[in-house]
């Protein structure tokens, strides 16, 4: 499953973030930023796509809110909030040139995301392929 195998990818890619302390030069800053979002992106396309292979009719909608929603429901991931968290992050990439935004979403990635990524890829290899 392509959009499985893209995921496990960008996972082990943005585990590198751990490589890197404060502070950081703004290239470094921005891959990190870029790390996550690749990987949160990554994320909710393999939900989808899993969900309605799974007959989940909810999820044909494309919007990540609503897959990470029906995912919820599914028994796929465990935290919605935490999951709506990462979302409200993801759509604060584009605002990452201020840096306390961007230093906001490399320490949610640190603290919470890759944790919540690495339990999503433990659930979909037990439960779902």
Same mark, same amino acid.
């Given at each position: 499953m392509k959009k499985y195998e893209n995921f496990?990818?960008?996972l082990a890619n943005m585990k590198e973030i751990y490589n890197y302390e404060e502070p950081y030069d703004n290239v470094?800053?921005?891959?990190?930023?870029?790390?996550?979002?690749?990987?949160?992106?990554?994320?909710?396309?393999m939900m989808k796509e899993?969900?309605?292979?799974?007959?989940y009719e909810e999820s044909a909608t494309g919007s990540p809110k609503l897959i990470?929603?029906?995912a919820y429901k599914a028994?796929?991931?465990?935290? $919605? @909030?935490? *999951? !709506?968290k990462a979302l409200q992050e993801r759509n604060n990439v584009t605002h990452s040139y201020n840096q306390k935004i961007a230093?906001?979403?490399v320490s949610q990635a640190k603290e919470n995301f890759y944790h919540m990524f690495c339990e999503l890829k433990n659930e979909i $290899? @037990?439960? *779902? !392929?």
């Open positions: 496990c990818s960008s470094i800053l921005t891959g990190l930023v870029g790390l996550y979002e690749i990987c949160f992106e990554q994320a909710w396309k899993i969900l309605e292979n799974h007959g990470l929603k029906t028994g796929m991931i465990k935290d $919605e @909030s935490l *999951w !709506l230093l906001g979403i $290899e @037990s439960n *779902w !392929l």
